[in-house]
């Protein structure tokens, strides 16, 4: 399955031209694209969906989307083990 997931914007660099972010999903952290939202900031949450931030969320309902995600073991599913 590939969802859209929200995850928080831990830092932003430039790699090779490309706008890059790490981004914490609920304690598994990733690299995400953030070319399609450029003015995402750090502390922000940001939804994902393969690799590429495709737009902002506000804090409450990404806490409330992962901590829902993580009681029907979907986070699990998508990163694997914590």
């Given at each position: 399955m590939?969802?859209?997931?929200?995850?928080?914007?831990?830092s932003i660099s430039e790699r090779?031209?490309?706008l890059m972010a790490d981004v914490?999903?609920?304690?598994?952290?990733k690299d995400v694209c953030l070319q399609y939202v450029p003015d995402a900031?750090?502390?922000?949450?940001?939804?994902?969906?393969?690799?590429f931030a495709i737009q902002r969320l506000d804090e409450d309902s990404?806490?409330?989307?992962l901590?829902?995600?993580e009681q029907l073991g979907i986070l699990e599913e998508e990163f694997g083990a914590k």
């Amino acid at each position: 399955m590939c969802l859209a997931v929200p995850g928080q914007v831990k830092s932003i660099s430039e790699r090779d031209g490309t706008l890059m972010a790490d981004v914490d999903f609920g304690g598994v952290r990733k690299d995400v694209c953030l070319q399609y939202v450029p003015d995402a900031v750090v502390g922000e949450y940001v939804v994902v969906h393969v690799g590429f931030a495709i737009q902002r969320l506000d804090e409450d309902s990404a806490k409330q989307t992962l901590a829902n995600f993580e009681q029907l073991g979907i986070l699990e599913e998508e990163f694997g083990a914590k």
